[in-house]
């Protein structure tokens, strides 16, 4: 369970202060996944980065099961928006890494990765650096190293909006499958109101600068088979939309 | 096959070097440019008797001095490349010492540490470290903050971040760097070896000129030349074993 409570973020820039994130709530039960949408500038990636043990320095309470964000103690996998895969290394080191950070012997672990490696549709690039991949390929490989670690959060920030259309619906997918297995709790940051709407349990509405939560939304269409093509997909994204434009003109 | 093809092409180089210089020896017809092939008889006639005592020497006392600044100017370069305070700090020290013209300090080196190996040595890693610790840290600071949060977030020690990520970035300019300054460091090589000892190419081609032994000078002088060369190689190769990801 992810719990966020009266978390208060504020960043320097030229000797004056500027808050970022302002009286954030929120909570996330274990295995469930959030969507969190907002316009650009309004702290979604500062959130991430709290979540993340990146930005230490915040006021307020963030807790995974309990405890405050320690990245030493915790598995927390986070998924930048380049995807975060290091040049010198290949799929195969690159998925390796987390593993490797967290001193997890590879014997106790090969299984499990060779399974990934299937799963993701990575066989056969096990060998080929980043460079060589394309950038759905790269995606396959940010979420092998990730769920590789079974975390206790995964957090992704705009995960698929450098893919063309297709390649992200069909990642998008490839997610939902490997969550379904694993139900790892997952916050994922987005610009794109159909991608929260497919992919979040909760959708959360960030709005304004200083970044503020507007509104949380639980997901009644989250789950339902090809629910992309259904008229109350369409409908409830239209809904959705209209919500966030007048949210964010105030 | 690429290997085979890059052997081809160090060949070629070879080629176009000896025929420049047949075409200069014919033009100027004087025992000052010997022909090429007289040369290289020369050459192997003294290669084991006087070259490869000279050429030892030199070579141990070129790598001796990259070792030596890659040992202390790789970890400095990394830390003031990750590091803004030891930036901050070490920066105008670098860049201070940095233009001095290090040949000026020769004489003080000889003075302080003697006539011996340790100044030709000394001199060579100063050429050199400068340029690996800017180098590196440049290297260093190019790195998207981006490719840190995923090791951030998974607890990464300072031990895994330079391990992971600092020394394998900033691999391709340190080798550049080592390529930059080999050149200037063959050139000082020479001009120490021509003080205080008897062994060295250096030693042995100006031995050869006071001598007006022209057949050994250009012997001496196609050696290091040779040793430029492998010396390049090296570090092209080992820029395909360790590097080989950025030209993919």
């Known amino acids: 369970m992810i719990q966020i409570k009266n978390l208060n973020v504020t960043y320097e820039a030229m000797g004056e202060g500027y808050a970022a994130l302002e009286n954030i709530n929120m909570e996330l039960g274990a295995g469930e996944t959030c969507a969190i949408i907002g316009p650009s500038g309004c702290g979604k990636s500062t959130l991430l980065k709290v979540l993340a043990g990146i930005i230490r320095e915040y006021e307020g309470i963030v807790e995974i099961n309990g405890q405050p964000i320690m990245p030493m103690k915790q598995k927390i996998g986070f998924i930048p928006q380049n995807y975060g895969l290091l040049p010198w290394k290949n799929v195969y080191e690159n998925i390796r890494l987390s593993a490797k950070i967290k ?14 490696v299937q799963q993701l549709g990575l066989a056969g690039l096990e060998g080929r650096y980043p460079g060589e991949l394309s ?116 | 096959m690429i290997e085979q093809r890059r052997g081809v092409w160090y060949l070629y180089g070879i080629l176009i070097f000896f025929t420049l210089w047949y075409m200069a020896a014919s033009l100027v017809n004087l025992p000052i440019i010997p022909m090429p092939w007289i040369v290289m008889e020369n050459l192997l006639g003294i290669f084991v008797s006087k070259i490869l005592i000279h050429g030892s020497y030199s070579l141990w006392r070129i790598v001796a001095g990259v070792i030596l600044a890659v040992i202390i100017g790789v970890p400095a370069g990394l830390y003031m490349g990750y590091f803004p305070k030891w930036d901050r ?33 000394l001199m060579i890693f100063l050429i050199i470290i400068f340029q690996v ?51 200037t460091a063959i050139s000082v090589l020479f001009f120490t070896e021509t003080f205080g000892t008897e062994y060295g190419m250096g030693y042995f081609i100006m031995d050869a000129w006071m001598r007006v032994n022209y057949l050994e000078m250009y012997s001496g002088i196609v050696v290091l030349s040779c040793m430029g060369l492998v010396l390049f190689g090296v570090i092209d190769y080992l820029d395909r074993k360790i590097c080989h990801w950025q030209y993919k």
């Open chain 1, 103 to 116: 001193n997890i012997k590879d014997r106790d672990n090969s299984k499990e990765l060779d399974f990934f």
């Open chain 2, 89 to 121: 700090a070490l920066s105008p020290i670098v860049y201070l010492t940095y233009p001095i013209p290090k040949i000026a300090l020769l004489p003080i080196m000889m003075l302080l540490l003697g006539l011996g190996e340790v100044s030709k040595i």
């Open chain 1, 135 to 250: 950038g759905g390929q790269q995606q396959r490989v940010a979420l092998a190293r990730s769920f590789l670690l079974k975390p206790d959060l995964l957090l992704m920030d705009e995960p698929f909006s450098a893919l063309d259309a297709m390649t992200r619906e069909e990642i998008q997918n490839v997610f939902l499958d490997v969550w379904r297995k694993y139900s790892v709790s997952t916050i994922l940051v987005t610009h794109y109101v159909e991608e929260a709407l497919y992919l979040g349990q909760k959708i959360v509405i960030l709005s304004g600068i200083p970044g503020t939560i507007s509104k949380i939304i639980d997901n009644p269409l989250f789950g339902i088979e090809n629910i992309r093509n259904h008229q109350d997909f369409f409908q409830l994204s239209l809904a959705l939309r209209k919500m966030i434009k007048e949210d964010w003109l105030k």
């Open chain 2, 133 to 183: 610790i800017i180098a590196v840290r440049d290297g260093v600071k190019s790195i998207p903050k981006e490719t840190y949060y995923p090791l951030y977030s998974l607890g990464a020690t300072s031990g895994n971040i330079f391990w992971e990520i600092l020394i394998p970035a900033s691999m391709p300019k340190f080798l550049t760097s080592i390529r930059v300054a080999m050149a």
